[in-house]
């Protein structure tokens, strides 16, 4: 995805028909061509999301995770939820687990997204006070963009207390206030100077109350502070490049190697731009009309609650349908998860035995500075949310699921 982000023909022409009925994206665009990306220092956290994709209804849940392969839902490249709170969901387990006096989950890797995230937010703040050398007494801090009304505050400040960095926690709003540049783009708000920013917001429209705030993200983005993520990486995670990703003659301009392009595409289902009017999106286009549970709808937006499935599926696509609008979305061949019978507990709500899928989450992370990379991983610790299968959406924030833990099953 960073070379993707950095390939600013293919960013822009990519996202040229969705941009021009989305000033959303637009707005993201503007900025993009306003700053020189590979001159600067990026940090990147990125989740990439998988569900098992099964075609066989009769197997049992063993079977059919032996039978079945992992499918991409989406990758995520701004504000990574559940890095922190994830990581103890074994431990919660396992607690349950002794309670009823079972036997406990082996965790060797259980908690070790916290040291990668916490680690590469103190890593870049040593790039950039490397690069830029701290003046007379003024701190050099970590700056978390949030949500006037946030409410995932725990997560996120497990992920800062694991840095062990100064963090300021500000808005859109109070940043537009109180911050400036200096002469050599230093960041500078509250008499502190900001190396590093953690934006927790910033991925749908209503986070940007009025053009101030575009204009607060135009000013942090020019700045020299290490963004997390970049405006560059931000686009390069829309539902738009992830299409086009999925066509071989698209990936073989990033991925070189043929055996890592093969494997890749193995995680792929089928995505068509719905403002297309190639054969093959056409014949998928109708056949959704017909069969719309074997397809999702999606437009480019992050955040959870914006796709469309079954009935209302058919809606949307009878109302954008060669209009202008059908270049917000992308059809995607749905995937088609085997069931598994576990209990949902959430609040206000009575605790449930449901049949259920599971959603997986791969959390990886980027430190880089044009084709100059200094840290590339990915954690062996995975997100698993859980859900009843007769919900659509996975988001946990928004309602729809469950954080859970994973159990290895040895092959016999």
Known sequence: MHRVSHDRNFLTQSLAGVSSV?????SLLNIYNQVDIDAQWELDFIRSDYLLHCNDPTLSFVDAVKAGSYKQVEVNMICIAFAGLSSRMQDVHNRVLNFLECDVVPAENA?????????????????YSKNFPATGK??????????????NTMDQRMVEFESGLLCLRRTFQQIGERATLDEEGRLLIEGLEVAVVYYRVGYAPPHYASDKDWETRLLIE?????KCPSVAHQLSGFKKIQQEL???EVLVKFISEKSVRDRMLETCVGQWDVSSSAEEATKHIQKAFQSPELYVLKPNREGGGNNFYDGQLI?????VYQTDQAK???LMERILPPLQENF???????????HTVSEIGIFGVIIARGDEIICNAFAKDILVRTKASTVGEGGVATGYACLSSAIILKSA
């Open 22 to 26: 989305d000033p959303f994206i637009k």
């Open 111 to 127: 908690g070790d997204v916290l040291p990668l995230y916490g680690g590469a937010l103190k890593l870049a703040h040593g790039v």
């Open 138 to 151: 003024r701190q050099q801090v970590l700056l978390t963009v949030i949500h006037p009304e946030e409410r």
């Open 222 to 226: 020019k700045s020299s502070a290490i």
């Open 246 to 248: 999925s066509r071989p």
């Open 315 to 319: 809606s949307r696509l009878k109302e």
């Open 328 to 330: 917000e979305f992308i």
């Open 344 to 354: 949902l507990v959430r609040p206000q709500k009575p605790t449930e035995l449901l």
